[in-house]
């Protein structure tokens, strides 16, 4: 039997809580740990409960989503043995937000208005210690790739984040190590929020391959996870 998802929610927002924590504890994969309404206590449910997940919303009042995603990543995750991975909820779709909460460590984005199943795939796909990237903002990831900026600025509640353009060395790295066709169209996928299933079923292979491909692009890309690969990806202009 496989170990249920330990989940933690912080949203301010009442009956989005209360909608998402009685969707989730009806599932049997899922064992929800806890919620919180603001930022401070969310800090602390995360730093006690240590969950596969914690989905934060970005609007909290006390302090938004991606400093407290920041912190956490900064403060507890280092030493987390279960490597909490967090899943940021939100309303906004705009550039700023997106990179910004890519760049203070955020393992997938979701829009609030994702339906239930998605958001169950999403906690799924994340667990599994990949990335989830909403449809909805790959689209407005690779418009802001495609932009001739070097550089994008996010501030939220004075908190400025500032997102480089792909460092020369970096550029060095793809035409030392060049991605394949097949690992373009991967690349790509994953850009585009497809899990390894959904990959494997739109390009006729095996989900096996599908790891091994991603595997290489990490490597060559000298990524962490799938998140970094695309942002990478992104902001250097090997998809779009």
Same mark, same amino acid.
């Given at each position: 039997?496989?170990?249920?998802?330990?989940?933690?929610?912080?949203?301010?927002? %009442?009956?989005?809580?209360?909608? @998402?924590?009685?969707?989730?504890?009806?599932?049997? &994969?899922? &064992?929800?740990?806890?919620? /919180?309404?603001? #930022?401070?206590?969310?800090?602390?449910?995360?730093?006690?409960?240590?969950?596969?997940?914690?989905?934060? %919303?970005?609007?909290?009042?006390?302090?938004?989503?991606?400093?407290?995603?920041?912190?956490?990543?900064?403060?507890? /995750?280092?030493? %987390?043995? =279960?490597?909490?991975?967090? !899943?940021?909820?939100? !309303?906004?779709?705009?550039? &700023? /937000?997106?990179?910004?909460?890519?760049? #203070?460590?955020?393992?997938?984005?979701?829009?609030?208005?994702?339906?239930?199943?998605?958001?169950?795939?999403?906690?799924?796909?994340?667990? +599994?210690?990949?990335?989830?990237?909403?449809?909805?903002?790959?689209?407005?990831?690779?418009?802001? #790739?495609?932009?001739?900026? #070097?550089?994008?600025?996010?501030?939220?509640?004075?908190?400025?984040?500032?997102?480089?353009?792909? +460092?020369?060395?970096?550029?060095?790295?793809? &035409?030392?190590?060049?991605?394949? +066709?097949?690992?373009?169209?991967?690349?790509?996928?994953?850009? %585009?929020?497809?899990?390894? /299933?959904? @990959?494997?079923?739109?390009?006729? @292979?095996?989900?096996?391959?599908?790891?091994?491909?991603?595997? =290489?692009?990490? =490597?060559? !890309?000298?990524?962490?996870?799938?998140?970094?690969?695309?942002?990478?990806?992104?902001?250097?202009?090997?998809?779009?």
């Amino acid at each position: 039997m496989m170990s249920k998802i330990r989940v933690a929610l912080i949203e301010d927002h %009442d009956l989005t809580r209360v909608g @998402i924590r009685t969707a989730l504890q009806q599932r049997s &994969e899922i &064992e929800f740990v806890g919620e /919180a309404a603001n #930022a401070a206590d969310g800090l602390n449910l995360l730093e006690t409960t240590r969950p596969d997940i914690g989905i934060v %919303d970005l609007g909290l009042p006390d302090m938004d989503g991606i400093e407290l995603t920041k912190r956490f990543k900064e403060d507890i /995750a280092a030493d %987390d043995p =279960n490597k909490t991975k967090i !899943l940021v909820l939100t !309303l906004q779709d705009h550039e &700023e /937000a997106v990179m910004a909460a890519f760049a #203070a460590g955020a393992d997938s984005y979701c829009m609030k208005n994702i339906s239930f199943d998605n958001l169950l795939e999403a906690l799924h796909v994340t667990s +599994e210690g990949n990335a989830w990237i909403d449809p909805a903002i790959a689209g407005v990831v690779l418009k802001q #790739a495609k932009s001739s900026e #070097a550089r994008t600025t996010a501030t939220a509640s004075m908190n400025t984040v500032t997102i480089n353009a792909a +460092e020369p060395e970096y550029s060095q790295l793809i &035409e030392a190590y060049p991605l394949t +066709e097949r690992e373009l169209e991967v690349l790509q996928l994953i850009v %585009d929020g497809c899990s390894n /299933a959904v @990959i494997a079923e739109k390009l006729y @292979i095996t989900v096996g391959t599908v790891k091994t491909h991603v595997r =290489n692009i990490l =490597n060559k !890309l000298c990524a962490d996870d799938r998140t970094q690969a695309a942002v990478r990806a992104l902001r250097s202009g090997l998809v779009g």
